[in-house]
């Protein structure tokens, strides 16, 4: 049984969506923002950078595992799904999670705080994440334009990304003009495990989590 520590936002959904890709059972324990849980104690023992999503493993000794793109990676090779067995396929799959990891989350990120939360119209900033943002994805749209997934098969590459390209609109960046882009969104929107992550958890109310983006610059 996997305990998922986790809120309505990209990070979170990454790992929501992997649990129903996998099939593995596992209990939500949504955190508010607004109450910053993420700082407490209890939850600072499980992930010291007192962020979402962490999970715990308790069927392996109550191991932890914080960093979405970590969880990633244990949770498929735990289960031999997901990521290649092959050294270059596997490599390619990593490749573009780390794509995600270190650049489409923190320049994205940035849009958002910088477009929707900052108390100063920062219109410097604001074009600076937003240009950059949309970059990422012309490198994702020529990536697709010859695969039909990030990894070259389904992959959680495409479960790290997904998450924060269809929150585009919030971030004021458009899809337009990236076909190859579009196709690959509307092939994992209609996946049915997507769609089950995707409400995992509810939202606890609009307020804690715009809240919580002001305060940590969610990544």
Do not use: C
């Not at 809120?7 to 955190?31: D, F, M, Q, R």
């Not at 000794?61 to 969880?71: C, P, Y």
């Not at 509307?186 to 919580?212: C, F, H, N, W």
């Amino acid at each position: 049984m996997i305990d998922l520590y986790t809120a309505a936002t990209p990070n979170g959904h990454k790992v929501s969506i992997v649990l129903e890709e996998l099939g593995l059972p596992y209990t939500v324990h949504a955190l508010s923002f607004d109450k910053k849980e993420q700082k407490s104690a209890d939850f600072l023992k499980i992930n010291p950078n007192g962020r979402i999503p962490a999970i715990v493993d308790r069927a392996n000794g109550d191991f932890a595992v914080f960093e979405s793109g970590a969880i990633l990676i244990y949770l498929a090779e735990m289960t031999g799904k997901l990521l290649p067995a092959d050294p270059k396929g596997r490599s390619v799959v990593l490749q573009w999670l780390m794509f995600q990891m270190g650049g489409i989350g923190p320049m994205q990120g940035q849009a958002n705080v910088f477009f929707r939360y900052f108390p100063e119209k920062l219109q410097g900033a604001i074009d600076r994440y937003q240009h950059e943002t949309r970059r990422l994805y012309e490198v994702l749209d020529t990536r697709l334009q010859d695969v039909e997934f990030l990894g070259g098969e389904y992959s959680i590459a495409d479960i790290a990304t997904f998450p924060w390209v269809r929150g585009h609109e919030w971030s004021g960046v458009e899809v337009n003009g990236l076909p190859a882009l579009q196709r690959w969104m509307a092939t994992m929107e209609a996946r049915p495990a997507v769609q089950r992550g995707l409400l995992i958890p509810e939202r606890i109310d609009d307020a804690s989590v715009v809240k919580g983006a002001q305060a940590m610059l969610i990544r």
